[in-house]
């Protein structure tokens, strides 16, 4: 019998990365590849990367340096390159990195394991061709792990949307939807496994169904998830707010399931830079959803990414930004420095800001928002709620879950309780979690 060999890999950036490489590692499996946690041993080394902003990139590159040495000491270890900082780059990474063996596109998984066995035989090979829209709709990741209390399931992939400041849409390709009966069928055999939660993935999903007229939109596909035996919670990210439509609004009033939660990413709170992002909505328009939202679902949690430092955003520009956060009262955000992302419009705007005006704003940016979080997860002390109880917390004795706002609780309890939804006593709030009482 042959020895087993050994895979390294490592995920960068969003959950479809985290996704794509469980995809990865099943495929690879199929070609004797066994996960490791340690990269000194390893026969292949996979990183699966992210490019939507500059620092992301830069790490891959670190990264690969870091790795290098094992290399020399193993010449026969392979090195592997995937995702969208492959896409973007393609045979341009072979040439930049002399010790790299191979390249595969964010459209290219599914020829994984043969571009590996190729390497295997000494060929440097880079394939990052888009693929027409047929064949990715047989090779959506499919989830085949068993087990597990939450997952994500991927409904459509790519971006239409072209925010002018953005990467993805070049490194992901054109929007396509996932055939709700493979979908369904998915999260049936989850069920029948014990999954009790799923998240419906996709960079936009409430754009889901939109360019395929033999397929449910996205709220008549959350029914559809909603009508499955065993799945008691649903989730799904990221909207789009100018997609969000009424029968969506109207699934958080008539779907228990669904949980009251929605990231509903603003990027910025003035109109005028809006228009520049190209989002698509102006802030009272966002406002607008978000009271929507708010009058069907009173307590829904609402989470936010924005952009600092957009080139022209002037000091007004920015207090928009602050007043939208404190308005809408996120229970938490994402904030990030706008980075020039290569081939997207806003790289050719004027008005780039100086780095230390930009890390200024997002330090006041991030300040009020902390404040703001503090104040909502303290806000529900002395309130029971429903948690799904996902694993073992880092302290002894305790264990971990959500509530339906998606924030984690950590109680006093034991792992036999994993699995199941328990009601909890918030008894304190924190930054990042809350603490509880088994009720
Ligand atoms: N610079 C900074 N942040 C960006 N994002 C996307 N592109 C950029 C960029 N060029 C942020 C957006 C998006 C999140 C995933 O990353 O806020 O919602
Ligand atoms: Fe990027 Fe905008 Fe598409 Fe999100 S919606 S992936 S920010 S282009």
Redesign the pocket.
Known sequence: MESPKFLYLQTFG?QMNVSDSEKIASLLAGVGYELTEESAAADLIILNTCT???KAEERVYRQLENLRPLKRKKPALLFGVGGCVAQQEGERLLEKIPYLDLVFGTHNLHRIPQIVLAAEEGRRLAEVDFIDNETRMGLFPVDDRSGGVTRFVTVMQGCDNY?S????PYVRGREISRRSADIVAEIRLMAANGVKEVTLLGQNVNSYGLNDPGQPDFAGLLRMVAAIDGIERIRFT?SHPKDITRPLIDCFAELPKLCAHIHL?A?AGSSAVLARMNRGYTRPEYMEKVADLRSVRPDIAITS???VGFPGETEEDFTETLSLVEETGYSDI?S??????PG?A?ADFDGDLPYDMKVERLDRLMAIQKKITRRYSEALVGTVQEVLVEGASKRTGQVFGRTTYNRIVNFDGDISLVGRLVDVEIIEGYQNSQLGRLV
Do not use: G
């Open positions: 969003c939507v902003r500059a925010c400041y953005c990467i993805v990221t990413p990027q990414d924005i952009i994402f990030f420095l706008y980075s020039q992302r997207t806003a």
